[in-house]
């Protein structure tokens, strides 16, 4: 009887450590399907970037060369025209009295991965 139970359990057991290294080596591919993923949307992750920082700058040219007084309806949420990589970007400018602070934000996106950058200027 002993002999039958110890043939038994050999086999419970490698059928476990043969599932376990199959789950082990799932998890493995799962992760590098997902890093390789990541590493083929840099060029995405770098135009979105590009991109928000246009319209960053378009939102401080808006300020500073098309705004007369505090009328800043033209500078709020104004696409970024002539983007010739297939990006879309928009840009807004709000300004705080109080702190006398000009802030400039620049949406930008390509693909699925979209990028917001925001500059600050604290005039006096």
Partial sequence: MLKDDKGQAMILIS???????????????LLMYFTLQQSTDSL????????ADAGVEQGLYCYFYEVSGNNLAP??????????????ATSTVTY???TGA????GDGMSGRTSR???TTIYSQ
């Fill in 102 to 105: 000009i802030v400039s934000e």
């Fill in 15 to 29: 059928v476990m450590l043969g599932g376990l290294i199959l789950s082990a080596t799932a998890i493995a591919g």
């Fill in 75 to 88: 500078c709020e949420n104004q696409p970024v025209a002539g983007l010739k990589n297939g990006t879309v």
């Fill in 116 to 118: 917001v950058l925001q």
């Fill in 44 to 51: 995405s992750s770098a135009a979105a970037l590009f991109s």
């Fill in 96 to 98: 705080d009295a109080a």
